[in-house]
């Protein structure tokens, strides 16, 4: 079997690997440029099939965000009539074990931290070949959307949010997880 080496962690890779199993970040090779071009022109693809999949348990609202493992999706619970956020992780990685195995993995530890400043997971979901996990949504914007709209913030609210993502952290750390994707994208401000 043909090897390469992930670029970012330097993990041993199967050629044909898409995204590295270890950091979960894409890897350069052949075919995958057509691959992810495929996905990212047909977005409605995934949401047709969530949809689908999904009757009847959740009526998915629209797209909210997208990152390497995974789009978020804003839906309506239907059985607890609330609204949801799913993070699901799209088809082409949803042919790796390895991906398939970290995407719960990642569920299944959030869904253990029980904090104020940790968005919690509620449910974690495999249906049609689709798997996601479920949230509470989060109304508020990120801190990158408020730096964006505000570059300079005042000292106060800088040390607020910087005293509760510590806060977040510290108690995740001290519960042995290690986020590794903080930046101001992922973290959402409520109030």
């Given at each position: 079997?043909?090897?390469?080496?992930?670029?970012?962690?330097?993990?041993?890779?199967?050629?044909?690997?898409?995204?590295?199993?270890?950091?979960?970040?894409?890897?350069?090779?052949?075919?995958?440029?057509?691959?992810?071009?495929?996905?990212?022109?047909?977005?409605?693809?995934?949401?047709?099939?969530?949809?689908?999949?999904?009757?009847?348990?959740?009526?998915?609202?629209?797209?909210?965000?997208?990152?390497?493992?995974?789009?978020?999706?804003?839906?309506?619970?239907?059985?607890?009539?609330?609204?949801?956020?799913l993070?699901?992780?799209?088809?082409?990685?949803?042919?790796?074990?390895?991906?398939?195995?970290?995407?719960?993995r990642?569920a299944?530890?959030?869904?253990?931290?029980?904090?104020?400043?940790?968005?919690?997971?509620?449910?974690?979901?495999?249906?049609?070949?689709?798997?996601?996990?479920?949230?509470?949504?989060?109304?508020?914007?990120?801190?990158?959307?408020?730096?964006?709209?505000?570059?300079?913030?005042?000292v106060?609210?800088?040390?607020?949010?910087?005293?509760?993502?510590?806060?977040?952290?510290?108690?995740?750390?001290?519960?042995?997880?290690?986020?590794?994707?903080?930046?101001?994208?992922?973290?959402?401000?409520?109030?």
């Amino acid at each position: 079997m043909v090897m390469k080496t992930c670029p970012h962690c330097q993990t041993e890779l199967a050629s044909d690997t898409l995204f590295c199993p270890r950091c979960a970040k894409q890897v350069p090779g052949t075919g995958e440029d057509d691959l992810l071009a495929s996905s990212a022109s047909d977005p409605t693809g995934l949401l047709d099939r969530l949809r689908t999949a999904t009757a009847g348990e959740f009526k998915i609202v629209r797209e909210l965000g997208r990152g390497g493992m995974g789009r978020v999706y804003l839906a309506h619970e239907l059985a607890l009539e609330r609204r949801v956020a799913l993070k699901v992780l799209p088809p082409y990685l949803s042919e790796q074990s390895e991906v398939v195995e970290r995407f719960q993995r990642e569920a299944r530890t959030a869904g253990k931290l029980n904090h104020p400043n940790i968005v919690a997971v509620f449910q974690v979901s495999e249906r049609a070949g689709i798997h996601f996990f479920t949230m509470p949504y989060v109304a508020g914007p990120s801190l990158r959307q408020i730096l964006k709209q505000t570059p300079q913030l005042s000292v106060e609210l800088c040390r607020r949010y910087l005293r509760e993502a510590a806060d977040a952290l510290a108690f995740a750390h001290g519960r042995g997880v290690v986020h590794r994707d903080i930046k101001p994208e992922n973290m959402l401000l409520e109030g």
